[in-house]
C-alpha cells in the first residue's frame, strides 16, 4: 500500500534522511522508535509532504511523488489528502467548537455539504468518546480531549493512513492513556497507521512492525517481540536499555 524508495532529506549542508527504503501494507501499524533528533519526525512530515523530500519517490497505493523532479502544488495537494496527520501540539483552531474543527476539512476542502459533514463529524466525536463535548471549544477541553478532537479531525478526511508525531508527548502522564486507546481501536478496525513515538508499552502491544531509526537510517526493523526482546544491532540495544 505505501511504498518508499531512496529517501532524503537535507536541510542546507544537514542531511537528515540518508536514503530510507520501506514498504507498508495495509492495515498493518508500524511503529517508529529511536532518539531525540534520529530523524523520525522528518521522516513522517515527508510523507504528507509537509517537508519536501530532496530526493526519493513515495507511493500510497497508486499515487505516486517523484522527488527525482520538480512535483506540483496540485499533486501534493492531491497527496497529502490521503493521509491524516496528527501533531504533538494539537494544532486545533482556537475559535472553533470540537465539531466545527472537526467539519472545517471536509466541508473547505473535499466541498462536502455542511449538513452531511456536521453528521459524519458527530460519529466521529462519538467514536473518540467526545460526544458530550461537541460544543465546546479547545481551550475548555484537557489536553487529551484536544488531541482526540486532532484524531478525528484527522479521520473526517477519511485518509488511507495515519501519521501520529508523538501524540502522547504534550500530555500529563494521567491523560495519555485515553488518547492510547482510541488508537489502539483505530487499529483494530484495519486503520494503516504509523506512529512516532516514545510510548515503549503501546508499540509491544499494538505494532506490527517496529522501527529503530537513528541518524536518519533505518537500524533496525522487525516485530515488537524481536525488537524489544531479542534486539540484533548494538545501537538498538543500547537505545531500548534506557526503558528496562
Avoid: W
Avoid at 540518508?18 to 529511536?34: H, P, Q, S, T
Avoid at 477541553?141 to 477519511?158: T, Y
Amino acid at each position: 500500500m505505501i511504498s518508499i524508495n531512496g529517501l532524503v532529506k537535507n536541510f542546507g549542508e544537514l542531511e537528515v534522511i540518508k536514503g530510507i527504503d520501506l514498504n507498508i501494507e495495509k492495515g498493518k501499524i508500524v511503529v517508529l522508535i529511536g532518539p531525540s533528533g534520529s530523524g523520525k519526525t522528518t521522516f513522517l512530515r515527508c510523507l504528507n509532504v509537509l517537508e519536501t523530500p530532496t530526493e526519493g519517490k513515495i507511493q500510497i497505493d497508486e499515487n505516486v511523488l517523484d522527488f527525482s523532479r520538480p512535483v506540483s502544488k496540485k499533486s501534493v495537494a492531491q497527496f497529502r489528502s490521503l493521509t491524516g496527520m496528527v501533531f504533538q501540539s494539537y494544532n486545533l483552531f482556537p475559535h472553533m467548537t470540537a465539531l466545527g474543527n472537526v467539519m472545517e476539512g471536509p466541508v473547505t476542502v473535499k466541498k462536502i455539504p455542511k449538513s452531511e459533514a456536521r453528521k459524519r463529524a458527530e460519529d466521529l466525536l462519538q467514536k473518540v468518546g467526545l460526544a458530550d463535548k461537541i460544543d465546546f471549544y479547545p481551550f475548555q477541553l484537557s489536553g487529551g480531549q484536544q488531541q482526540r478532537v486532532g484524531i478525528a479531525r484527522a479521520l473526517a478526511m477519511e485518509p488511507k493512513v495515519m501519521l501520529f508525531d508523538e501524540p502522547t508527548s504534550a500530555l500529563d502522564p494521567e491523560l495519555v492513556g485515553e488518547v492510547l486507546r482510541v488508537m489502539e481501536n483505530l487499529a483494530k478496525e484495519g486503520m494503516t497507521m504509523i506512529v512516532v513515538t516514545h510510548e515503549m508499552r503501546f508499540a509491544k502491544d499494538v505494532a506490527d512492525e517496529v522501527i529503530f531509526i537513528d541518524g536518519g537510517y533505518i537500524i533496525e526493523r522487525g516485530h515488537p517481540d524481536q525488537i524489544f526482546n531479542h534486539p540484533k544491532e548494538e545501537r538498538t540495544k543500547q537505545f531500548l536499555s534506557v526503558f528496562e
